[in-house]
């Protein structure tokens, strides 16, 4: 049986290197492997478990087909390892670091996936964009603002929130909202029930 992608995004802040890292261990426990993205950034940047190549050395791959994924967005080239076509073949879940911009090119790739966007309480977010440091005040700004953007976006769309009962099941929706304002521990539990629900459904 075909495995399924699953598709993580979210605002810049939201916790998705936290979340992964944390979560990285029971997934795989249950059969889920994790992808690693190729980023034109540094290889010391701080972040999530990322290969750093440089702008030619992104180019010369996905002129190759390295790649079952690519995009560009905040002056950075990110890429997702054609070998996930090989796990998903071979019937294991794959979870990825996803960009919502390139949510509408992946679904065409992979029409079945199941694309999980974390969200964050305004108030909660800016407290984490300060302390990591990476930003200026006006950069965190900016950021909140595009956070409060997409939100509106899945106001005028209402998406189910993971773990709300058994009508909402993954199987039942394109894109399902995690809430990740709280314990890091809360919110690997509910995707660990989430990815349960979407087997349960296959």
Not at 43 to 57: F, I, M, Q, R, Y
Not at 116 to 133: F, H, N, P, T
Request: net charge negative; glycine share 10%.
């Amino acid at each position: 049986m075909q495995g399924r992608l699953i598709y993580l995004m979210g605002p810049s802040g939201s916790g998705k290197d936290s979340l992964l890292q944390a979560a990285r261990a029971p997934l795989e426990a249950h059969g889920c492997r994790f992808a690693r993205r190729v980023i034109t950034r540094s290889a010391e940047s701080v972040g999530e478990d990322a290969l750093g190549v440089t702008p030619a050395e992104f180019e010369r791959l996905e002129g190759e087909g390295a790649f079952a994924l690519s995009w560009r967005a905040n002056g950075l080239a990110y890429g997702i390892p054609r070998e996930i076509d090989d796990w998903l073949s071979a019937g294991q879940d794959v979870l990825i670091n996803g960009s919502r911009g390139h949510l509408e090119a992946a679904r065409q790739r992979y029409p079945d996936l199941l694309a999980i966007l974390l969200q964050v309480d305004e108030a909660v977010l800016r407290q984490r964009l300060l302390a990591r440091g990476r930003e200026t005040p006006e950069q965190i700004e900016q950021r909140l603002a595009r956070s409060r953007e997409l939100q509106a976006d899945v106001a005028s769309s209402p998406l189910p929130l993971a773990g709300e009962g058994p009508g909402e099941r993954a199987g039942q929706a394109d894109t399902v909202i995690l809430d990740n304002s709280g314990p890091l521990p809360h919110t690997v539990s509910r995707l660990l029930q989430l990815l349960d629900e979407m087997r349960r459904c296959a």
